[in-house]
């Protein structure tokens, strides 16, 4: 048998050259490196309009959207891409236009890095800065977790067939798993993407992720077309694109093709995890190192079409894996040890029996491309945070040199891969459930740092009392959830007019966020003139 009709070693091969040109392309910006913790961190403010839309996309752009919306969209149906990319397309692009500028204007005139170091000063208290650190990093760790988890399952499915005897997977009753058995094991795949991420990081620093990034968001966007047309064409078994689309069409299920079995209000409700994006401590990051505020037209104007481009295909994937023209050999992949259909393997599931052994390599490299480019940012955003305003903050600026702080940061990060990749070896079941929780929760923040930006009577209790009120409220319904095992499909039926209506909890979250913010706003004490001078 040739290396070609290996199952599982052509796509190993592509996806190891394909991690390892970025690899080289995160030690060649290594030597761009000016030696600065500015620089590091930052970039210099030196990214310009694609560089900063490239990365922007590419960061948003996760398993979540990925691996996450194809899960989902095989379980609840289409209505998945309503609930959350329709949606996001806009809310993102207005959270950039709204928040980002903002953000970028005073990064650019008081020299903040870290989104910590605005609100200290915004709302002159060293404690807001204290009780944001452990919140962030407690809700980026489960975004880490999506992206960890999802690349080892991503190169266990397309690696499958690769070595039976050296790497099975098999059922409860001893049965191989066809979709999983061979492939290399998550645990593995996981490591070697984590080790990967930290490597182009630890040199590159934000001058490396950015460009890592936007290679990525190319190598995705790309494969991620190719794909939708080969399975598309697989699938359909017809002459064209449109005959094809239009077959698989009809052999979707009725409550595939519909939100019947998904509530108006639970719908709608979905609306508020984009406003997520205002709080993302790495967005924060990349917003500040555009060059100028110009450098925002392009991301505000093509970031909805992007994600069109990136949803539309993995969605109607993850549909048509519950079609009648969906083959019946090999059998959907199952989570090992038990009988229940693994939704986060139907991507690369369908990559890995749908094409070639050549394309679905490239296919495995655009997938994971999606993931690590969310990753990188997350691990340097967090080892940035550390570093500010913990470390030096507390430490003193004049006490610890840029080459300190360089070095503190790289650690940190390599902490923060250690830890994350630890937690993913717990393999959470839904990769879209951690997905939602975590959005949710950087939402309830998302009135917080509106009223820094655009309100003067916000203070520093209001938008203390404010952050706890998310951070309470999230920590309750993430208990109910986990009690009632219900951690994908939990949303609150509240009692209005005699009928029960379906919300997600994010309404409860930020409800509870704004409304406490601006009641003890009006009866706490303003910053001083002279702060809001600064600001306003």
């Not at 080892?152 to 009753?173: E, I, K, Y």
Request: hydrophobic share 50%; net charge neutral; glycine share 10%.
């Amino acid at each position: 048998m040739g290396i070609l009709e290996h199952n599982g070693l052509p796509q190993l091969i592509i996806i190891l050259i394909y991690l390892g040109a970025l690899l080289a392309l995160g030690l060649f910006s290594s030597k761009l490196f000016k030696g600065t913790k500015e620089d590091y961190q930052v970039a210099s403010h030196s990214i310009g309009p694609f560089l900063l839309l490239m990365s922007m996309f590419g960061t948003t752009m996760t398993a979540f959207a990925l691996v996450g919306s194809s899960g989902e969209a095989f379980k609840e149906g289409v209505g998945v891409y309503g609930m959350l990319a329709s949606s996001s397309g806009i809310i993102h692009s207005l959270c950039f236009f709204i928040v980002g500028v903002k953000v970028w204007k005073f990064a650019h005139q008081h020299k903040y890095t870290t989104q910590i170091e605005f609100f200290r000063d915004r709302l002159e208290s060293d404690f807001i800065g204290l009780l944001l650190f452990p919140i962030l990093v407690g809700l980026v760790i489960p975004y880490l977790l999506v992206g960890v988890i999802s690349s080892g399952v991503v190169v266990q499915s397309l690696t499958a067939g690769l070595s039976p005897d050296l790497f099975p997977a098999l059922t409860p009753d001893g049965n191989p798993i066809k979709a999983l058995h061979g492939g290399v094991p998550t645990w593995l795949g996981s490591l070697v993407i984590c080790v990967v991420v930290l490597v182009y990081v630890f040199f590159g620093g934000m001058r490396g992720t950015t460009w890592a990034n936007t290679m990525q968001t190319i190598v995705f966007m790309i494969l991620g077309v190719v794909t939708f047309y080969v399975i598309a064409s697989k699938l359909g078994g017809e002459d064209g694109l449109m005959a094809n689309l239009k077959a698989l069409g009809e052999s979707l299920p009725e409550n595939k093709v519909t939100r019947i079995e998904m509530s108006k209000t639970k719908f709608f409700t979905y609306l508020l995890i984009p406003l997520s994006v205002g709080m993302f401590p790495h967005l924060f990051q990349h917003w500040m190192t555009a060059k100028s505020a110009s450098t925002f037209k392009v991301p505000v104007i093509c970031h909805p079409v992007f994600i069109m481009i990136v949803w539309v295909p993995c969605v109607l994937v993850g549909v048509w894996a519950t079609g009648s023209l969906m083959p019946a050999k090999p059998p959907l992949p199952l989570i090992p040890g038990t009988t229940q259909v693994n939704a986060n393997a139907i991507l690369p599931f369908l990559v890995n029996t749908q094409t070639g052994n050549i394309l679905s390599g490239l296919l495995a490299a655009g997938i994971l491309a999606a993931i690590m480019s969310s990753l990188d940012s997350q691990f340097l955003c967090i080892g940035t945070i550390f570093t500010n305003d913990v470390l030096t903050h507390y430490k003193g600026k004049e006490n610890v040199s840029d080459s300190q702080q360089v070095l503190y940061t790289r650690l940190f990060i390599i902490g923060i891969v250690a830890v994350t990749y630890g937690l993913g070896l717990l393999n959470p079941p839904s990769v879209f459930a951690l997905g939602v929780w975590c959005f949710s929760g950087f939402s309830a923040l998302f009135p917080i740092v509106v009223g820094a930006l655009y309100w003067r009577g916000l203070t520093a209790a209001g938008a203390i009392s404010g952050i706890f009120a998310a951070i309470v409220s999230w920590s309750v319904l993430f208990y109910q959830a986990l009690q009632q095992g219900a951690l994908r499909t939990f949303v609150l039926k509240l009692p209005l007019g005699g009928e029960e209506y379906e919300v997600m909890p994010v309404v409860v979250m930020l409800a509870s966020s704004l409304v406490t913010m601006i009641v003890v706003s009006m009866v706490t004490p303003k910053p001083s003139e002279k702060t809001l001078a600064r600001f306003f």
